[in-house]
C-alpha cells in the first residue's frame, strides 16, 4: 500500500468518526430553539463537505466518487431540513414536499454510500 493509499484510509476512518459524532449531536437538537437548531445542522454539513473535497489516489477514485455523491445528498438533504424549519407553519402541500425531498436525498446518500463501500472493499 502506498503512503497516498494509507492517507486516504486515515481520511476516510477520520470522516467516519465525525459522520458519528453528526448523529450523536442531532440527537440534542432543541425543537423549540429553531435558531440554534439551524446553527447546528449548518455545522454538521462541515464533516461532509470536507471529504467530498478529498483527492483519492487511483486505487479508491471509483469509490470516493460514490463517497462524494453521498457526501453531496447529504448536504443536500440537510438543507432542505433548514429551508423547512424557516417555515413555522407548512401547509400540507409544503410538508408533503417536505418529505418526498427527504425521502429522495436519503435514499440517494445512502445508496450513494452503500456502493462506495462496496467499491472501497473490493479495492483494499
Known sequence: MTEAEQQYIDRLNEFNILVEDVANRSDGLNSGDTEAAKQMLNDMKAPFIQFAGVQAPAR???????????????????????QFMDDPNPSSAKVSEFEENTRSAFEKLTEEFLVGDSLFFAAV
Do not use: L, P, S, T
Request: proline letters at 0%; glycine letters at 4%; hydrophobic letters at 45%.
Open 60 to 82: 479508491f477514485a471509483q469509490a470516493h466518487e460514490r463517497y462524494k455523491n453521498g457526501c453531496a445528498a447529504m448536504v443536500q438533504y440537510i438543507d432542505i431540513c433548514i
